[in-house]
């Protein structure tokens, strides 16, 4: 089954509350615009066949240029559509405010999400460690993200988890997804952010319980500390050839981020202003893989 | 700081071949048209008849010429970024991505404001005062500064290629990323410069069709007679009015952040950058409705022409175009729905973007009861308007579903957007270019185009847009964000390779359209159109010579009708003359020429230039040159010159003896199958 996850990166094979409800409504809309849109387009084109010059069949109406009756309908058929389609809009940008926390019974696990050139910090606040470019989550529990940047703007999104939302500097965002089976779910930035941008991607892996106890237990016990030091240094733009975890995280150091206490990232460095069209940077990430 | 700015010879990107040597190429071909037009002795002539013409006809041709040749360099970074998203897979492609990132903001600017603009504003030139039955637009030296301004911004957008960068940050360029600290280039400089140049040039072809189309119209022409273009028309300008000085206010904010330290976007100083977004989409939602509705009233114009029929529910069609332009103002929150609004708000603007879908249903619905009954000539500008119906009904149809939030949620900016944005652009843009360019071509030069090759144009470019934009809903399906350089995921690769196929396609549908001018030019002496009225058309522009005299009519129509040329055939018909007997034929005053828009424009890209570069002495040159060539027009005694009586009756003459022998040959048809009836 997780393997079966695994595979497909769609909106289309969603993995979680979110992303179903929004596939539903996808779909729903499609169906409804396809049902006016298709007799449409064939009566389109059968009308314009049927009135060729050549069909000796077809009654020419050179006068027939108003009817009060037909503009009653041309009107109310596309209004008709839109009340139904604005219902669902309405009821389903309450139901699916990004912001709108997942009734569940298990509580939600709290993840801080910093964007950053050109890679993702996720910080585990409850947890004290962090990860870069690799997002573990328990399979089944709500996810409380809350979004920053510390660069330019950036779009989290995992396709087959739902909502997409911006990362920006100076705030955060609030976001809930769950994935509810196990897998490893693609993740991505959906808003250009510089030379790096391509390479902001990271795994979502999803898994049980017990295993991500394990991986909570595992990242406590080695790799480097999220300090000030070491933020500073993880601000310069780069691309990170692996995914690697913090064993620890200094608290409070997304608000600083938030707040700006901690400055956000410099944009290039390395005195080279970027003439040239193809001149490239010291952190090309081509260069870098 | 130096003499230069910061302009050194660094910025000649000498060790990447790419850009210098098609820079090269361009350059050379500039310098061998230059050669060939002083060595045939044509200069003066171009001087005299295009360049500083202030005749709303040549503006127009020369704007639908700017736009043709941005096509083509927009198409050429089309093709570079489906060739390379086709190559990397897993893999770098040809392009890093600082080079990939300035061909996709190229590609996005150059196709709104350097091909979709001209192309609209062209035919709108072109065609209006025509249609209106007068003789020039309300500012015709305004309206040449217009057209030269707005090719000095492409000038400048394209120099950008051998001397410096363009924006990396997209056709849009959102702060923080187009702030000094992220882009510390030239690039954003000559984004915003390049526009800030045009859109005054723009603004001021707004203001100028405004006061065209309400204060100048043929006597008789009110409101409710004027032809559906010109009511398009003037929804469009009415929008331009309304939102270009927006942009242009959002671009200077920008500029002052980057060029002075201010903070109106900066986070960090006190700014927010999502300002940006709000005002510049504040402009942006409404610029879609000024490239769209101008295309809506040349389907209205094609489909009533070739089905034989007026327009159907044309008070129902003026509602809807004026609904469609007041809503546009009011949606522009759409294209941030994943910024975290809150539901009430996303809610709101969702069902505000759906609400234009209802005015542009009914135009749709319209015009399909405008085909029905009547007799439908497929023709190529018909090809076009039907092309246009299916394949827009497909890119509303899926902007609507982009306007329900929890949809766009797994939507926006992804390649699922892009292709919607694609299918309503060039599904209706740039085919109601094209449909209106095959309609009017002979209206504006002479004869018609080639048919056969109008044909397979439409065809492989209906074809090729679908098999290279089919593709993009499905990957978007897949995840697939747009302006990747590179990417991992398997799935992807097959869609991107057919999508590239489909940019092969489109590629010999611009051949086609190539071969069809050349084509057409070498036998245009078959193809003369000598009455005027080569489509059988039911507004006046036809009912004056092809190419018409530059005073357009020898005497003011006087307008009886909603379709006031038909109205006039039909009554020839029936007394079997020509309605109107020869006038009295006055000498007409015409506006004289000006080279003010030429050296306005020419000291604007010195301007903008020195102003990308930092070289400060060479901008106070530059706005004085432009001042002084401002006061020189304001201070000239003598700007009208009198057409004498004697050539307007000469020209007129002419075509009344064309349309006396088509009128004769008509009535000769009619009797035969009368008498083969009875």
């Given at each position: 089954m997780g393997e079966l996850a695994g595979c497909g990166r769609a909106q289309m094979q969603p993995a979680g509350p979110i992303g179903d409800a929004e596939r539903k409504i996808f779909l729903d809309s499609l169906v409804i615009m396809l049902a006016i849109v298709l007799p449409t387009i064939i009566a389109v084109l059968g009308v314009a066949w049927w009135y060729?010059?050549?069909?000796?069949r077809a009654r020419r109406l050179p006068d027939f240029v108003y009817s009060g009756r037909i503009e009653i309908v041309v009107w109310s058929i596309p209004a008709l559509v839109v009340i139904f389609l604005g219902g669902i809009a309405a009821i389903g940008s309450q139901d699916l405010d990004p912001a709108r926390p997942l009734t569940s019974p298990v509580p939600a696990l709290d993840v801080q999400v910093v964007a950053l050139d050109w890679k993702w910090l996720f910080i585990y606040p409850t947890l004290g460690v962090a990860s870069v470019n690799r997002l573990v989550v328990p399979a089944g529990v709500p996810l409380h993200l809350e979004l920053t940047s510390a660069t330019v703007w950036n779009v989290f999104w995992i396709p087959q988890l739902g909502s997409m939302l911006y990362c920006m500097s100076g705030m955060a965002d609030t976001l809930y997804l769950q994935a509810s089976k196990p897998g490893v779910y693609y993740g991505e930035s959906a808003m250009i952010s510089g030379d790096g941008f391509a390479d902001m991607h990271f795994d979502t892996d999803a898994v049980p319980m017990d295993r991500f106890d394990a991986w909570v237990a595992a990242t406590r016990s080695a790799g480097p500390a999220l300090d000030d030091e070491s933020y500073r240094e993880l601000l310069r733009q780069s691309v990170p050839a692996h995914p690697y975890t913090y064993r620890s995280v200094r608290p409070g150091l997304f608000a600083d981020i938030v707040m700006l206490r901690l400055p956000p990232g410099a944009g290039p460095q390395g005195g080279l202003p970027s003439v040239h069209p193809l001149g490239g940077s010291p952190t090309h990430p081509v260069a870098m893989r | 700081m130096t003499l230069l700015g910061k302009l050194t010879w660094r910025a000649i990107p000498f060790e990447q071949p790419l850009p210098l040597y098609s820079g090269a190429v361009v350059l050379l071909i500039i310098i061998a048209v230059l050669v060939w037009v002083v060595r045939r002795g044509y200069l003066p002539y171009l001087w005299r008849e295009w360049v500083t013409s202030v005749d709303h006809k040549r503006i127009g041709v020369m704007y639908c010429i700017l736009g043709a040749v941005m096509l083509l360099r927009g198409f050429i970074d089309a093709m570079m970024m489906r060739s390379q998203q086709a190559m990397a897979y897993n893999a770098p492609g040809f392009l890093p991505p600082s080079h990939f990132d300035q061909v996709f903001s190229a590609h996005g600017t150059i196709m709104i404001f350097f091909v979709a603009m001209p192309f609209m504003i062209g035919l709108m030139n072109l065609v209006v005062p025509l249609q209106l039955g007068v003789?020039?637009?309300?500012?015709p030296t305004l309206n040449s500064v217009s057209f030269w301004l707005t090719a000095a911004g492409a000038l400048l957008v394209n120099l950008s290629l051998v001397i410096g960068e363009f924006d990396r940050t997209g056709w849009l360029p959102y702060p923080p990323l187009s702030e000094l600290t992220y882009s510390p280039g030239v690039g954003v400089d000559y984004y915003c410069w390049a526009i800030q140049i045009s859109g005054i040039g723009t603004l001021m072809t707004g203001v100028n069709f405004v006061t065209t189309i309400l204060k100048l119209r043929a006597p008789g022409m009110h409101y409710t007679r004027m032809p559906m273009f010109c009511w398009t028309a003037l929804a469009s300008s009415l929008l331009i009015v309304a939102a270009f000085p927006v942009l242009t206010a959002t671009l200077a904010m920008l500029l002052l952040d980057r060029y002075?330290?201010?903070?109106?976007?900066?986070d960090t100083g006190g700014g927010n950058s999502m300002m940006f977004m709000n005002l510049i989409w504040a402009w942006g939602h409404p610029e879609v409705y000024i490239l769209v509705l101008p295309s809506f009233g040349i389907y209205s114009e094609v489909v009533s022409t070739f089905s034989g029929k007026p327009l159907f529910g044309y008070r129902s069609m003026i509602y809807a175009t004026m609904a469609i332009c007041i809503i546009s103002f009011m949606v522009w929150l759409h294209h941030f729905f994943t910024m975290g609004a809150g539901a009430d708000v996303n809610s709101v603007f969702g069902i505000a973007s759906m609400i234009i879908a209802i005015p542009t249903g009914v135009k749709i619905f319209n015009w399909l009861f405008t085909m029905y009954g009547g007799t439908v000539r497929l023709a190529t500008p018909m090809l076009w308007a039907l092309g246009f119906m299916v394949t827009f009904a497909i890119g509303g149809m899926t902007g609507v579903m982009l306007a329900v939030p929890p949809a766009d949620f797994q939507l926006h900016n992804s390649l699922f957007l892009v292709a919607h944005f694609h299918n309503v652009i060039i599904g209706a843009v740039l085919f109601g270019a094209f449909a209106g360019y095959t309609y009017w071509f002979p209206k504006a030069f002479g004869f018609v185009l080639d048919e056969r090759l109008g044909k397979w144009a439409f065809w492989l470019w209906v074809i090729g847009f679908w098999v290279a934009w089919g593709p993009g809903y499905v990957v978007g399906l897949e995840g697939m964000t747009r302006r990747l350089d590179h990417y991992s995921v398997a799935e992807w690769r097959p869609w991107l390779l057919v999508a590239a196929a489909g940019v092969v396609i489109i590629l010999l549908a611009i051949i086609a359209q190539i071969a069809q001018i050349v084509v057409s030019v070498r036998t245009r002496e078959q193809r003369r159109d000598l009455t005027g009225d080569p489509w059988d058309g039911r507004n006046l522009e036809w009912a004056t010579a092809s190419p018409p005299p530059s005073f357009n009519f020898a005497a003011l129509p006087n307008v009886r009708d909603q379709e006031p040329y038909w109205d006039m055939k039909a009554r020839a018909r029936e007394i079997g003359q020509l309605v109107r007997p020869e006038p009295e034929y006055q000498p007409i005053p015409m506006p004289r020429n000006s080279s003010t828009g030429f050296v306005t424009a020419l000291f604007a890209v010195i301007t903008g230039f020195a102003l990308i570069w930092h070289i400060w002495w060479l901008v106070l040159l530059g706005l004085a040159g432009a001042y002084v060539t401002f006061v020189a027009f304001a201070w000239r005694d003598h700007d009208e010159e009198l057409i004498p009586a004697a050539e307007v009756a000469r020209l007129d003459r002419a075509n009344r003896a064309a349309r006396t022998a088509r009128l004769q040959e008509r009535m000769a048809e009619r009797d035969s199958t009368r008498d083969s009836d009875t």
């Open positions: 060729r010059p050549s069909n000796p | 003789r020039d637009v309300a500012f002075v330290g201010f903070h109106f976007f900066t």
